[in-house]
């Protein structure tokens, strides 16, 4: 599979607006400002194809693109604070749409900052996705932030708070050096196949 050929499709703001899906679709969720964009734009190869910010919240819509027969969803991020509450109800009626829509949903790559323990809103999403039967996989995100000795303590303390999960993969992730890329794309091709 050829990652660097992505484009950009569409980004929609209501559940409304939301179109049917018609090819498979590998969905990319978590928090906000986990670095959900940084992530699309390592492992396609490409410097701004989604939108960066160092702004917490800025991706608002659904955006969606096209990568050969198969579409990566960029997922608003959640558990800003300082979105109003009007924003929070929008974004939890576009997800619920997303996610309870008849979508060919192979797989959900769901972010969490490999730094700090999962939050609430990170729990909540992952119970979900496990409830409801999503395939997919834990990325913590932001490895190159942690020395060898936090990296090993954090790793080890993910597993405890994941338990719950039972066995899970799990993917250590940088945009900065590149770690997870390889063993990402290579989970994403599996699940389309």
């Known amino acids: 599979m050829r990652f660097d050929n992505a484009v950009f499709e569409a980004a929609f703001g209501t559940e409304k607006q939301l179109p049917p899906s018609d090819l498979p679709e590998i969905a990319f969720s978590g928090r906000s400002n986990v670095g959900k964009s940084s992530m699309l734009n390592k492992i396609l190869s490409r410097k701004a194809l989604a939108r960066v910010s160092s702004t917490p919240g800025k991706t608002q819509t659904v955006n969606f693109y096209r990568l050969g027969e198969v579409r990566l969803v960029d997922l608003p991020g959640y558990g800003y604070a300082k979105v109003a509450q009007s924003e929070r109800a929008r974004w939890s009626r576009l997800m619920e749409h997303y996610f309870s829509g008849e979508r060919d949903i192979k797989l959900c790559v769901q972010l969490v900052d490999m730094r700090h ?77």
């Open 117 to 193: 323990p999962p939050t609430k809103d990170d729990l909540q999403m992952l119970d979900f996705l496990n409830q409801t039967g999503t395939p997919f996989v834990v990325v913590l995100t932001k490895s190159d932030k942690l020395n060898k000795t936090q990296r090993a303590e954090r790793l080890e303390k993910i597993k405890q708070e994941l338990a719950f999960l039972g066995e899970r993969e799990i993917i250590p992730f940088s945009s900065q050096n590149g770690e997870g890329v390889e063993a990402l794309r290579s989970r994403i091709e599996s699940a389309i196949l």
